[in-house]
């Protein structure tokens, strides 16, 4: 209903939910803005999101504002939100940092798949016992993780008859069609 007027009720000076986070105006609003395209996405990349890839919808979404928003904007919106709970974060995959932003914790056997799924944005079974030197067992057992958490999707048509766990948040599948 504010939309259709024009009226965004988050602008306040300090309210409730920047006092609460220990925050002036701008890093509130930019939180307030990384929840609702990690809300959006989430669909699409079970709530895993590349860093770069938040920033760029952020920056699309901000257009019409005058200040710039760097990555370190969007770290320091991030750090703030942890007053909220366990929801939001950044973590480290190998050279990429993405924003978590379910309260899934991830061991490291789910940070080294998704570091070897950065080449091509899915792994197979056999890859990860192959690059990994794991069991097969354990392979299935990390991959069934992150598919149930929503972090992977499941390509079973490929010719090769080989399932393929696919990761949005790590895969260079553009955001461009996102609507946030």
């Not at 929840?35 to 860093?51: D, Q, S």
């Not at 999707?153 to 490929?158: E, F, S, V």
Request: charged residues 30%; negative net charge; glycine residues 8%.
């Amino acid at each position: 209903m504010c939309a259709k007027v024009g009226v965004d009720p988050l602008a306040s000076n300090k309210g409730f939910w920047a006092e609460l986070l220990g925050i002036g105006d701008f890093y509130y609003e930019l939180g307030v803005q990384i929840v609702e395209i990690c809300l959006a996405t989430r669909p699409h990349n079970g709530g895993l999101i590349n860093l770069q890839e938040l920033c760029d919808l952020l920056g699309q979404r901000r257009k019409s504002f005058r200040e710039a928003v760097s990555e370190d904007d969007c770290l320091r919106a991030i750090s703030k939100l942890k007053v909220l709970g366990n929801g939001f974060e950044v973590i480290s995959v190998g050279k990429k940092k993405l924003v978590r932003s379910v309260p899934t914790e991830l061991n490291k056997d789910h940070n080294e798949i998704l570091d070897l799924a950065q080449a091509e944005g899915f792994v197979t079974v056999e890859e990860v016992e192959r690059q990994l030197s794991w069991s097969s067992g354990r392979a299935i057992d990390a991959l069934e993780t992150l598919l149930e958490e929503g972090l992977a999707m499941i390509d079973d048509r490929h010719r090769d008859g080989k399932r393929r766990y696919w990761f949005p948040c790590v895969s260079s599948i553009s955001s461009d069609n996102l609507k946030v």
